[in-house]
């Protein structure tokens, strides 16, 4: 399950995202203050309009989901005559630091390097872009299921014929105030430990 939440661009509308699916198929059904969002007929989201008036929320885009909000949501929706089931929601961190443990040329792209990356769960193999990547580089990773502060939802995919499981993340990407605009990924110091999540919130 993932949460989000952008007041400014999208209005005051809490935005719970339990499964990926592409949005050209899904079907919205308004019952009150809340959208049943299906694929087919599998529910694959709500959105609780008005969340203010009910939650706090500091930041804008990707809300950080505790056993506490899922919690809340949960009763939120019940009072609806909605019923949410919690035993497979994944509270790991999306947004983690990660080590660039191997970085080499895509077989089949100039521009694109494929990465072994060191995250909290284990080593995903990324496929990247930015023209500052390297081995030995501390940097965000947004795993598989992370929603960006766009409203992208990160999948796995193939870029030209390679698998790639998540994204690295430039500080623009991640909506850091002060960001730079050129090209490449946020480079993070040492004091930072790999698995540790980051929070992308402003």
């Known amino acids: 399950m993932n949460v989000f939440y952008n007041k400014e661009g999208v209005g005051d509308v809490l935005m719970i995202i339990l499964e990926d699916a592409p949005r050209a198929e899904v079907t919205a059904t308004r019952e009150g203050d809340v959208a049943i969002i299906k694929h087919g007929d599998r529910v694959v989201g709500y959105n609780l309009f008005d969340a203010s008036t009910t939650f706090t929320i500091e930041t804008q885009g990707p809300v950080e989901l505790t056993e506490e909000l899922a919690t809340r949501i949960q009763k ?33 792209a100039d521009k694109l390097s494929v990465c072994q990356v060191e995250v909290d769960n284990g080593t995903l193999q990324i496929v990247c872009g930015a ?65 540790e999540a980051f929070s992308i919130g402003r």
Do not use: W
Not at 89 to 103: E, L, R, T
């Open 76 to 108: 939120e929706l019940a009072s609806r005559d909605i019923k949410l089931s919690l035993e497979q929601v994944d509270y790991s961190p999306k947004f983690v630091v990660g080590f660039v443990a191997s970085c080499e040329k895509h077989p089949d």
């Open 131 to 195: 023209p500052n990547v390297a081995a030995g580089q501390k940097v965000v990773v947004a795993k598989p299921g992370a929603v960006m502060p766009s409203g992208l939802i990160i999948r796995p995919s193939a870029l030209r014929g390679v698998p790639s499981s998540g994204m690295l993340c430039s500080a623009r990407e991640l909506g850091l105030v002060n960001a730079p605009q050129e090209k490449g990924i946020l480079v993070l110091d040492d004091t930072k430990a790999v698995g």
